[in-house]
């Protein structure tokens, strides 16, 4: 009995931290391991817009793990993503001014520990947004990375803190 309340008290954690996706619209994913219970691991594509960038949406593709683990939200995923931002609309305008490095997504890869960043740095001698994707944890993080720009019209200078 006491390993059924644990299960049901996990799994109830889990679905609050699973639910808590921060702006990203999952645009599709690709199978990539079958498991006979609960989802396939599969790379999921997610579409973020830059909440101070109006015209900037970042593109990222990462490792999703299945199974059961996965299936509740109690795997952890891998640290492996990509990155690929760019200019969506006509113009790009900001939301007041930008820092010149902010984290501007973060979303949680397992349970409590592992979260995966996306952080906007701003060049200002090349008026270009740059953006970098990196997952942390707790005790030791990552060197996984990944990197994109999106060049911003001469015409428009990014407004920096």
């Not at 390993?3 to 690709?30: C, T």
């Not at 993080?141 to 407004?159: D, E, L, Y």
């Amino acid at each position: 009995m006491n390993k059924l309340v644990s299960l049901v008290g996990a799994m109830s954690l889990a679905s609050v931290f699973a639910a808590s996706s921060v702006n990203a619209q999952e645009l599709g994913d690709v199978s990539t391991a079958f498991r006979w219970l609960g989802k396939n691991d599969r790379i999921a594509v997610e579409a973020y817009d830059d909440p101070k960038v109006v015209g900037v949406t970042c593109y990222v593709s990462r490792a999703r793990t299945g199974g059961v683990k996965g299936t509740v939200g109690l795997a952890e995923d891998k640290s492996e993503a990509s990155i690929a931002c760019r200019q969506v609309a006509a113009t790009v305008t900001f939301k007041g001014t930008v820092p010149k490095q902010e984290d501007v997504f973060s979303e949680r890869m397992s349970i409590l520990f592992k979260r995966l960043h996306i952080v906007r740095l701003v060049d200002v001698k090349r008026n270009t947004l740059v953006y970098l994707t990196y997952s942390d944890k707790l005790i030791d993080g990552s060197p996984m990375n990944a990197i994109t720009a999106v060049p911003v019209a001469a015409s428009t200078p990014i407004p920096v803190k």
